[in-house]
């Protein structure tokens, strides 16, 4: 059994793992929500282009639901910081408040890294798909 395994249960298995492109439903429910004009400014242009790696994507289809883990400040900004990102069953969109999943990109060595605050934040958001499922 790998190492992460032992730490976590399994997800249920209604949510599968997809980090190859971000999803176009996050495009879709921030536009629903803001105009497409302030929805390409969130989070540093995130769901406008497919370019801030790394990420982290779960998907529900039974549900049409999903969470999202991905750099949310601007690439210039001097501290980083990965966001967790819901969009509930059938509609809507919004930020898992969280642990500041931050990184230092002057100080590459420094703890916390880019790779363990990004590990950081999956774990987290993880824990939250565990308890979402008690409620949908």
């Known amino acids: ?15 599968q793992r997809c980090d190859a ?15 497409p004009q302030s929805a390409a400014l969130y989070a540093a242009g995130l769901f406008t282009e497919d370019r801030r790696r790394p990420i982290a994507q779960w998907f529900n289809p039974a549900f049409n639901a999903a969470l999202l883990v991905a750099p949310e400040t601007s690439p210039e900004w001097p501290v980083q910081r990965f966001g967790i990102f819901y969009a509930p069953p059938s509609s ?12 230092h990109p002057r100080e590459p060595r420094k703890s916390p890294t880019e790779a363990e605050a990004f590990r950081a934040a999956i774990d987290e958001a993880e824990r939250f798909l565990q308890v979402e499922m008690d409620f949908v």
Do not use: N, Y
Not at 6 to 11: F, R
Not at 21 to 35: D, H, K, V
Not at 92 to 103: D, L, M, Q
């Open 21 to 35: 492109g971000i999803l176009p439903l996050w495009w879709e429910r921030l536009c629903a929500q803001t105009s």
């Open 92 to 103: 809507g969109f919004t930020r898992v408040h969280s642990a500041p999943h931050e990184w």
């Open 1 to 15: 059994m790998p190492d992460w395994q032992k730490h976590h249960p399994p997800l249920p298995a209604t949510w």
